[in-house]
């Protein structure tokens, strides 16, 4: 089975910065995409930012010109660089992967969150 790994979370002042990882193991054969959520208490599960296997990138309108997704190929691993931190930014972020497993069903798996939260 697939197995997402997330790190990087922890608390930070409005305007410092903060760098999320998430790596992905297990019976992959190609990921389609590889991506960012968050969700805040009381708040909808919202995308930030993800990665396509073009290599295009997608950002949510909130990050845009702060965050930077970007991905390392031969570990499976996704990030996301957090700048210009705002308290709006906490939330639960999520790591989502959508891939195709080596039998060449299409699947998605979640990691297990990590929390980030920004003080003013």
């Known amino acids: 089975q697939v197995q997402l790994v997330e790190s990087g979370g922890g608390l930070v002042q409005a305007g410092g910065s903060l760098k999320l990882s998430c790596a992905a193991s297990?019976?992959?054969?190609?990921?389609?995409?590889m991506g960012w959520y968050r969700q805040a208490p009381g708040k909808q599960r919202e995308l930030v930012a993800d990665w396509r296997s073009g290599g295009t990138t997608n950002y949510a309108d909130s990050v845009k010109g702060r965050f930077a997704i970007s991905r390392d190929n031969a570990k499976n691993t996704v990030y996301l660089q957090m700048n210009s931190l705002k308290p709006e930014d906490t939330a639960v972020y999520y790591c989502?992967?959508?891939?195709?497993?080596?039998?060449?069903?299409?699947?998605?798996?979640w990691g297990q969150g990590t929390l980030v939260t920004v003080s003013s």
């Open positions: 989502n992967v959508k891939y195709w497993d080596t039998i060449g069903t299409y699947l998605e798996v």
């Open positions: 297990g019976s992959i054969l190609r990921i389609n995409t």
